[in-house]
């Protein structure tokens, strides 16, 4: 019986052992087994090149093979199949070793996870990210899609940089502090800097999750954010005009009234804005906590919804049971419905809008600190009344505003105010009242809309 003498073995465990390199070398399993079957192919290749040597075994004992002598052949290399199969698998061996390398280290360099574990690839696609040290100022000069899904990541040492070490403080809340920033190309920005706690980190990542969900000229655009620390910051665009709670309610010669047609046009960007994150996300969003001084306003007068600290994300016009230790909201301005059962739906943002009416007509805080008073229950019964919370308008527009638009303006904000919030208009509804109802009048200065009806 014939047999090859060839030693197989030593071949393979070499071949194992390059294999098993790789893997502790950090490539993954699968580049790992496809190395490997690229060996043993490679090993066939050279046993089907190789001229084997026979052996006859017979009767327990053995003799050597005979020698077969050949006569030269003056063609050479040509005349000698194993030597043409050798070479050929020579030279596909070291091409398959060669994929198998690529496959193995193109495998290693994919992917990745950012710091706090986010997986930038998958959640968070970026146009640019800085390298830490380079000297590069915070920049917008590269092309910079700010729809839907898209934020810069930023390294620490450039938010220090354009936020000149967090020197002017613009804003500041329970849970973070605003600073203003400055773009290499001379544009401002603003800085949210959350305080440095494992709770705060979640209300960080909750807000940049939502954020990086919607695009609407409404809503406060995010740019980038840098989360190389425990105080996450997130960078949005700076909105140049103070909030509504300062134009309503600011005191002295420097704030003058705000038209009533202005409160008009920003109570309609507002409806548009909570409509389009209840019904237009992808993962409709819940706002939770709407008030005044979350609504900002720029140099045209034009809304921009911001902070979404406490928003809610991923389910329809069902409720969300919430607990008791994370309760959210703003005095005046929380769901009574809420407070009692910690159950979240859209129409907790509804009733805060509605509030936001009430103080959009009459000017009234809708939380007096001094008198401990809330702006919803200085109306009680009034607000089935429309035109009784009408009387109440802000003396300081000095009857300059339309009665037929402020009537209905208060009858949306008594619906929205309802106890049951199945009774409460969907957003949607509100605003096709609005569209049937409002005028709306582009802000002039000086030019503002004058009725009395």
């Known amino acids: 019986m014939a047999s090859f003498t060839w030693s197989y073995a030593k071949i393979s465990k070499d071949l194992s052992s390059r294999s098993a390199g790789l893997v502790v070398c950090g490539c993954s399993s699968q580049a790992s087994s496809s190395f490997s079957a690229v060996s043993s192919l490679f090993v066939f290749f050279l046993l089907i090149s190789a001229k084997p040597t026979f052996s006859v075994a017979s009767g327990g004992t053995s003799a ?8 030269p052949s003056s063609r050479g290399i040509r005349d000698s199949p194993f030597i043409v199969l050798g ?3 020579f030279l596909l061996g070291c091409l398959l070793l060669l994929m198998a390398y690529f496959m193995c280290f193109g495998i290693g360099a994919k992917g990745g ?6 997986n930038r690839d998958q959640v968070l696609p970026t146009t640019h990210e800085p390298v830490e040290g380079t000297g590069e100022e915070l920049s917008k000069s590269a092309p910079l899609d700010l729809g839907k899904e898209m934020a810069w990541r930023f390294g620490w040492r450039e938010i220090e940089r354009a936020g000149k070490n967090f020197s002017w403080v613009i804003g500041e809340g329970g849970y973070s502090t605003v600073y203003l920033a400055s773009f290499s190309d001379s544009t401002l920005g603003a800085l949210k800097m959350y305080r440095g706690s494992e709770r705060l980190n979640q209300v960080f990542q909750q807000e940049l999750q939502v954020l990086i969900q919607v695009s609407h000229k409404n ?3 995010l740019l980038g954010y840098c989360d190389e620390r425990e105080e996450g910051v997130l960078v949005f665009e700076y909105v140049s005009n103070g909030t509504l709670h300062e134009k309503l309610h600011g005191k002295g010669p420097t704030t003058p009234p705000l038209p ?3 409160r008009m046009s920003i ?6 804005a909570i409509e389009y994150l209840h019904e237009n996300c992808s993962l409709q969003i819940v706002h ?4 005044a001084s979350n609504i900002l306003l720029d140099d045209q007068f034009n809304c921009k919804l911001c902070d979404f600290g406490s928003a809610k994300m991923g389910f329809s016009s069902t409720v969300l049971p919430s607990s008791a230790k994370s309760m959210m909201g703003s005095p005046g301005y929380a769901d009574p419905h809420y407070l009692r059962t910690g159950i979240i739906s859209k129409k907790t943002d509804v009733y805060s809008f509605g509030v936001l009416l009430l103080e959009l007509i009459t000017g ?3 939380f007096c600190e001094e008198k401990g008073q809330f702006l919803t229950s200085v109306f009680g019964s009034a607000l089935n009344e429309p035109r009784k919370v009408v009387e109440m308008a802000d003396a300081r527009l000095r009857g300059e505003f339309d009665w037929e638009e402020a009537t209905t303006m208060a009858s949306i904000a008594a619906s929205c105010l309802s106890q049951q919030p199945s009774l409460r208009p969907s957003m949607g509804e509100i605003l096709r009242t609005m569209e049937e109802k409002i005028t709306r009048v582009d802000f002039v200065p000086g030019k503002s809309k004058v009725i009395g009806k």
């Open 64 to 71: 050597p093979s005979p020698t077969i002598k050949s006569p």
């Open 87 to 89: 070479l050929l698998g």
């Open 113 to 118: 996870k950012s710091k706090k574990g986010i």
């Open 219 to 221: 809503i406060v655009r």
């Open 260 to 262: 009533w047609s202005l």
């Open 267 to 272: 109570a309609f960007q507002l409806a548009q």
């Open 288 to 291: 939770c906590d709407l008030k």
């Open 364 to 366: 009234i805080e809708a």
